[in-house]
């Protein structure tokens, strides 16, 4: 099936081909025995994860480039794969944003292993090979995550190579370049132990090439989150085009869609189209398909010449669909690039959840906000607290001791601090434009903290608890006024992302508050030999929250089963390309 096979197979020991891990079945679902720790979604709001997820989008915008390992994948293989099925056909699976929760990404693992799916009357066989499309971890690429979010529930959904031995290839997103790409190539692009639960691996560098059946090809881009694509990474793909021709067509998979980000932000297509223009085109090949993640919901446009698919529902938390555009030109018009493609017209056709649904789950941040991430209402208690105790001694005039007077004096800090929410209304893309309506409602976010700042001190003043002798008050301001005030300040930041959605304005941390895990999606195409695509658009509307160990023991079977049956539904009609 392809130049470079993975070491196991029907004849080859279970324990020799994937480990004794593999090999040795849990007997219950405890971490020691299941090799890996099941993670809860990550809390996207967590005081120190933000901080701590901040700062490693800094490093890797200061210093991306010094880090960037592509140049030196130059001394490694430039092998070019080649995959086709027992028929002369191919069935391709494809999934992106997987490493998160356990129940949403082991769901979606869990149904890509089973030999069969039957949806909405489809018999929808294992692929065999399956692409990764980025962000195959959160919130960053260190190894314990890796193995906690991403290969241990993928090794528990198909343990051991079956006897068609699917192969694995990998795209690496932006939160897998956070260290530099460091534990990418370690579990994708491997010399020996190639292998990935029971997937082999495929790839020999951080971006791949996969020539299909009947003339289709896969190619698989790593542009390090939107920068240049590298030399050795161009000077391989030139290689490729030298096989192609003008009755070649190419599956295009891209760490992000930046066809839907360059609404927002117009430079995000330059590297996808300086691609196609100078790779693709002047081979006559056709790039009738492109196919990313990143946002992790299911959208296709339509146009004259291909399909644009989004599809990062593997695992991660739910983007929303009701603010997608209905209409988007690709490349962009107002782009810098001198040499651009020729401007086309593509129509939004089809999305997941569709956005009636969308539009209700935005409702659902009052409750999930502060308890799903009840760190982040904590720090909202903590610092309405200290701004209460600050504006008491104030209007109290009982600045009188120094302990009391350390209250007042970040007053100015912490009014300076609320209203630094004004910053906090951002665009959906780093280098999106901020127009009037950011500040507007990002200056109206922090006046609304400071009145209930200024009430909150108005209903404290008017209780027994200010007289009381130093240092009770304190003590009960952190006992009783803390927790409610954290609950209440929750449910405004909550209001606030509700209403900037509308605009368009914080729509990521309007869903990330809410760590949605159902709603999932992933892609199973199939090649037929006479060389038509159809591509089935795989929706999971709940995903499994609970799990039991699987009666079947045989080698291949999944370790563990959904106590209620997962079902699988179409997010659209089929879509056949020729």
Not at 18 to 36: I, K, M
Not at 332 to 360: G, I, N
Request: charged fraction near 20%; charge should be neutral; glycine fraction near 8%.
């Amino acid at each position: 099936m392809t130049d470079d096979h993975p070491t196991s197979g029907p004849d080859v020991p279970a324990e020799h081909a994937l480990g004794e891990r593999a090999a040795r079945r849990p007997r219950s679902l405890d971490p020691v025995e299941l090799g890996f720790t099941p993670r809860k979604p990550v809390p996207w709001l967590a005081p120190f994860l933000l901080i701590s997820t901040g700062i490693r989008t800094l490093l890797a915008m200061l210093f991306g480039a010094y880090l960037d390992k592509r140049e030196l994948q130059n001394a490694l293989d430039s092998k070019i794969a080649k995959q086709v099925g027992p028929d002369g056909g191919l069935w391709l699976d494809y999934v992106a944003d997987l490493g998160d929760g356990f129940n949403a990404t082991y769901s979606v693992a869990y149904l890509l292993a089973q030999p069969e799916l039957e949806v909405d009357g489809h018999r929808l066989p294992r692929a065999q090979t399956l692409v990764m499309g980025g962000d195959q971890v959160y919130p960053s690429a260190a190894y314990e995550a890796y193995e906690d979010r991403c290969k241990g529930p993928y090794q528990a959904a198909l343990p051991v190579t079956p006897p068609a031995r699917p192969t694995l290839f990998a795209v690496p997103g932006n939160h897998d370049w956070y260290d530099g790409l460091t534990a990418f190539l370690r579990l994708f692009v491997r010399s020996r132990d190639r292998h990935f639960g029971g997937w082999g691996t495929g790839q020999s560098r951080s971006y791949f090439a996969v020539e299909l059946p009947a003339n289709w090809w896969l190619l698989g881009l790593d542009d390090q989150s939107g920068s240049y694509l590298d030399d050795p990474q161009l000077a391989y793909f030139d290689e490729v085009a030298r096989r192609l021709g003008p009755q070649s067509r190419v599956i295009l998979a891209v760490p992000a869609p930046t066809w839907a980000k360059s609404v927002d932000h117009p430079t995000a297509y330059d590297s996808i189209d300086y691609f196609v223009r100078t790779i693709i085109a002047p081979t006559g090949a056709h790039v009738r398909l492109l196919v990313s993640g990143d946002l992790h919901h299911y959208a296709r446009y339509a146009g004259p010449e291909r399909q644009l698919i989004t599809c990062g529902g593997g695992g991660a938390y739910l983007y929303p669909t009701h603010k997608l555009p209905e209409r988007i030109e690709v490349p962009p018009k107002d782009t810098l690039s001198r040499r651009a493609s020729a401007t086309r017209p593509y129509d939004l056709v089809a999305r997941y959840p569709d956005a009636a649904r969308s539009r209700r789950y935005g409702w659902g941040i009052f409750p999930r906000l502060p308890f799903r991430n009840p760190g982040f209402t904590t720090l909202l208690g903590t610092l309405h607290t200290l701004l209460m105790l600050a504006m008491a001694g104030v209007a109290a005039n009982r600045t009188d001791s120094t302990e009391q007077r350390l209250f007042s004096v970040p007053l100015v800090i912490m009014l300076g601090v609320t209203l630094g929410a004004g910053l906090f209304a951002k665009p959906p893309s780093a280098g999106g434009k901020r127009h009037a309506r950011h500040w507007i409602l990002g200056v109206t976010h922090g006046l609304a903290h400071v009145g209930l700042a200024a009430a909150g001190t108005w209903a404290w003043l008017a209780l027994p608890f200010y007289d009381w002798p130093w240092p009770l008050p304190v003590v009960a301001a952190a006992a009783v006024y803390g927790p409610v005030i954290g609950l209440v300040s929750s449910q405004v930041v909550a209001a606030y992302l509700l209403v900037a959605g509308s605009f368009g304005v914080n729509l990521n941390e309007l869903f990330a508050g809410q760590g949605i895990e159902d709603s999932k999606s992933f892609l199973r195409m199939r090649i037929t030999p006479d060389g038509t695509l159809t591509i089935y658009p795989i929706a999971v509307d709940r995903v499994s929250r609970d799990w039991q160990l699987n009666p079947d023991q045989s080698p291949t079977a999944s370790w563990l089963t959904p106590k209620t049956t997962l079902t699988p539904r179409l997010a659209e009609p089929p879509i056949t390309l020729t």
